[in-house]
């Protein structure tokens, strides 16, 4: 059984009255969930670099759309402004992902330091920021990879030479606007400050060429968003071997 979400519905907006309009519905799986989507015609496949879709908040004109409900937007011809939907958001506002957060805080390895998180999402950021700080560290936010970037380039500002020993660890997602998290963890570990400080990957996107991509990109792990047991295992296992690695 595969449930099926009507976008339309989700979405606020008027569904077209047309009957020669003939619904389809999109299979989809991420967070190793399988859903459908209804949505009203399908028009083609676009292959657009993240580099050229920005952040909802940069585009005005959208009307009611809730922009939580956006992830980013990209323009096509015509000036036409092309949304792209955080479908995470859906899924779980409609109860189909209940990310698992519960864990026995003896269990968690507790830390001192910093960490980097990147997400475009809201609500997945929050679980990964609210699940470092159970382990002791501070948490920098940023909602993609050239974001991320930025706040490395500050924190080696504020602690020049000692961030590799700050920073502990670095946690993005892979689908974000303008810079996506494998170009992001290229340029990190093709940068001599920062090639050292590990990352982890944690996407929705639950394939395993994905996992390859990952690690081919200079991850220490990949994860499926979100089980606290395996996201806790998965980390403290990286920076054991990142602090014996340094002895």
């Known amino acids: 059984m595969i449930p099926v979400v009507n976008l ?3 979405m606020n907006i008027n569904e077209p009255k047309d009957k020669k309009i003939k619904p389809r519905i999109v299979i989809t799986e991420f967070s190793d969930i399988l859903i459908g989507f209804i949505v009203h015609e399908a028009k083609r496949i676009r292959r657009i ?3 050229d879709i920005e952040p909802a908040s940069f585009v005005s004109g959208m009307g009611a759309l809730d922009k939580s409900q956006i992830t980013g937007v990209t323009r096509i011809e015509n000036d036409e402004v092309l949304l792209i939907l955080d ?3 859906v899924v779980e506002e409609l109860g189909f992902y209940k990310p698992r957060t519960d864990m026995d805080e003896n269990e968690i390895m507790q830390l001192n330091g910093i960490s980097l998180v990147l997400d ?3 609500v997945a950021r929050k679980l990964v920021s609210d699940a470092l700080k ?3 560290l501070k948490v920098v ?3 993609d990879g050239l974001e991320g970037l930025e706040k490395l380039e500050e924190l080696y500002d504020i602690y020049t030479d000692r961030l590799e020993s700050e920073l502990k660890i670095i946690i993005s997602d892979v689908e974000m606007p303008q810079m996506d998290g494998f170009h992001f963890a290229a340029k990190v570990k093709d940068d001599d400050r920062f090639k050292e400080i590990p990352i982890v990957f944690n996407s929705s996107i639950s394939d395993h060429f994905s996992e390859l991509r990952g690690k081919e990109a200079g991850g220490e792990a990949y994860l499926t968003k979100f089980d606290a047991a395996v ?3 998965e980390i403290s296992n990286v920076l054991k071997s ?4 340094e002895e």
């Open 8 to 10: 339309a519905k989700w």
């Open 49 to 51: 670099s993240w580099k």
């Open 87 to 89: 479908l995470e958001s």
């Open 120 to 122: 475009d999402s809201m």
């Open 134 to 136: 159970k382990m002791g």
């Open 141 to 143: 936010e940023a909602k």
């Open 231 to 233: 996201f806790y295992k």
């Open 242 to 245: 990142h602090i014996k690695d």
